[in-house]
């Protein structure tokens, strides 16, 4: 998130860290009763990541119904910022190459520069 946007940073934070935990702590209180769970909470190494985990399915669920309600919703929009590397060596269009071992080189690193490319449009393939 961009500096500047207390709201949109505390709106993410909740709809990431906070609905999952309380999802889950709602849960664990119908099924176990409220005295179990604070038993619960005490023990272990970190219950609130633990409540967290447990609690991320309802929570995906939830924000995407409120996703289809208004987009946006359930999962706030993101601002990114997007920088372009130039090339060391820029190569004018006009002068391209003759032998076809300069022309492979050239495709090479363009292959390169769209496989980065796609890496960072589609992250997590």
Known sequence: MAEGQPLDELRLALMQDVLPMGLAFVDR??????????????QGD????DLRK????????????????SPGLGNPV??????VEEPAEPQSSSSLPDDPK???EVLD?????????????????
């Open 54 to 69: 447990e609690g991320e399915p309802a929570a995906r669920v939830l924000r995407e119904r409120l996703d289809q309600i």
């Open 78 to 83: 993101m601002s990114v910022q997007v920088e």
């Open 102 to 104: 300069e022309l492979q």
């Open 109 to 125: 690193r363009i292959e390169t520069r769209l496989q980065r490319l796609d890496a960072l449009i589609t992250p997590g393939d």
């Open 29 to 42: 209180v119908r099924s176990e009763g409220p005295a179990r769970v604070v038993e619960s909470l005490s």
């Open 46 to 49: 970190d219950p609130l990541a």
